[in-house]
């Protein structure tokens, strides 16, 4: 009985696959927690402008924090922050910011301290990506990746941490990473790098700093649709279905889910989680893990015939 090797998966687009699976699992965009949970709490986001930084900022924002967003763009960052403001009626201040800066840190936490305090939330979501064949790479294009996402998270988390270890002032510190910084991945490999370094760096202090009241975690999100990102991971746009047939419920991720569990993680609700990454990738990184679980798309009427080869197999 001859079933080949391209007899043996569906030939079909795995189009309707994936709308069949997603429908299964439909994103929840409202927001989760309970409203005013960070009333009277100062939030700093990094990277806060556009895309995953945006939504973050906004749902902090409706849940009642005073949010400071800080990115290297001013104009893109004062639209997002009029935005956003107009939209939960609190204010929101830019800062205008290269992470790469230490001075330009130190300067604009001065500002936010001066206008309202220091932050109790931090979110490291600045970040420096793009495809590329390694041996392509200049030197300064992995320094620049680097510097932005394990350099800037450092001197960010550095600056505000010794200004609350010395005002005796607890903060839950977020940073987002990757599901590759386990595994690593070719072709974006400075960010690999720089990530698995941010998540060495998160963990590390939650076990140092744990004794000033500061947590650390992490969330590693899988594909999420922003135009920041896929522009320089899939400029094309030919990877994308690819991308989604690897994931198990059949879509990409929306900015709201990540939005809502940044949100716990830095929230008095997860007071007693911390040195942790969370994945939030619709299963991507347990399915690309396992040998076998490309066999999701053997068809049916296959493992009949699968099976009977199997049976027919003698000794060991």
């Keep these: 009985m001859n079933i080949g090797r391209h007899s043996l998966f569906r030939v079909a687009a795995p189009f309707l696959h994936n709308l069949r699976r997603s429908s299964l699992f439909p994103p929840r965009t409202d927001v989760m927690l309970p409203p005013k949970t960070f009333q009277d709490s100062v ?57 790469r800066d230490p001075k330009a840190i ?63 002032q607890g903060a839950s510190f977020l940073s987002i990473i990757a599901t590759y910084t386990t595994s690593g991945s070719g072709f974006v490999v400075p ?15 939650a076990s140092e700093w744990g004794r000033y009241g500061m947590r650390f975690n992490c969330i590693a999100p899988g594909p999420i649709i922003t135009k920041g990102a896929f522009s320089r991971l899939d400029p094309t746009g030919e990877l994308r279905e690819r991308f989604k047939g690897r994931i198990p419920v059949g879509r990409f991720g929306d900015t709201a889910e990540i939005a809502n569990l940044a949100s716990y993680l830095v929230s008095d609700y997860a007071n007693w989680l911390t040195g942790h990454t969370v994945v939030l990738d619709g299963g991507e990184l347990a399915y690309s893990s396992g040998e076998f679980n490309a066999m999701t798309e053997v068809p049916e009427e296959k493992w009949d015939a699968l099976e009977t080869m199997i049976r027919q197999v003698k000794g060991s």
């Design 106 to 168: 130190a300067s604009a936490v001065d500002r936010l301290v001066d206008a309202v305090g220091l932050p109790s939330v931090v979110i490291n979501n600045a970040a420096g990506n793009f495809v590329s064949p390694t041996e392509r790479l200049s030197p300064n294009a992995v320094k620049t990746v680097l510097e932005i996402v394990l350099h800037g998270t450092a001197y960010v988390t550095l600056d505000v941490g010794k200004r609350l270890i010395k005002a005796g």
């Design 43 to 99: 939030a700093l986001v990094t990277g806060g402008g556009t895309g995953l930084g945006k939504a973050m900022s906004t749902t902090l924002s409706t849940l009642g924090a005073t949010v400071a967003i800080m990115s290297r763009k001013l104009d893109v960052l004062e639209k997002t922050a009029e935005e956003i403001s107009s939209k939960t009626g609190n204010k929101v201040y830019p800062f205008q910011v290269d992470v």
């Design 191 to 205: 960010s690999a790098a720089g990530k698995a370094g941010v998540e060495a760096l998160t963990k590390s202090l």
